[in-house]
Nanobody
């Protein structure tokens, strides 16, 4: 059973930075794609970024490109999201997700392509 636990969210002023972490449990050897999604109140859950766990290849939504960086710590099975230049429109509940399937590119952006989800960590950006 795969378990994901996000942390690192909080309240930050516009222009500030945060680093989110996603601790994973139960990921065995194999092919994975890991991603970050976010959901603001009253809106659909949307793709933010993803990374091929083995090869490190990445993809970003246009809205965060150049401001957010996804990375992973292979030995510790941890996923990160470094966010800088935060804007009020980045306010959302951020979820990490795992797709347990062979690597494909472009990386999937649809939430239905991902098999496991964390509960999320809240990010609030004040203006």
């Amino acid at each position: 059973q795969v378990q994901l636990a996000e942390s690192g969210g909080g309240l930050v002023q516009a222009g500030g930075s945060l680093r989110l972490s996603c601790a994973t449990l139960g990921l065995t050897s194999g092919s994975y794609i890991m991603g970050w999604f976010r959901q603001a109140p009253g809106k659909e859950r949307e793709f933010v970024t993803a990374i091929g766990w083995g090869n490190g290849r990445t993809d970003y939504a246009d809205s965060v490109k150049g401001r957010f960086t996804i990375s992973r710590d292979l030995p510790n099975h941890t996923l990160y999201l470094q966010m800088s230049g935060l804007k009020p429109e980045d306010t959302a509940l951020y979820h990490c997700a795992v797709r347990s399937a062979p690597f494909t590119y472009p990386l999937p952006r649809s939430r239905i392509a991902y098999h496991y989800w964390g509960q999320g960590t809240q990010v609030t950006v004040s203006s």
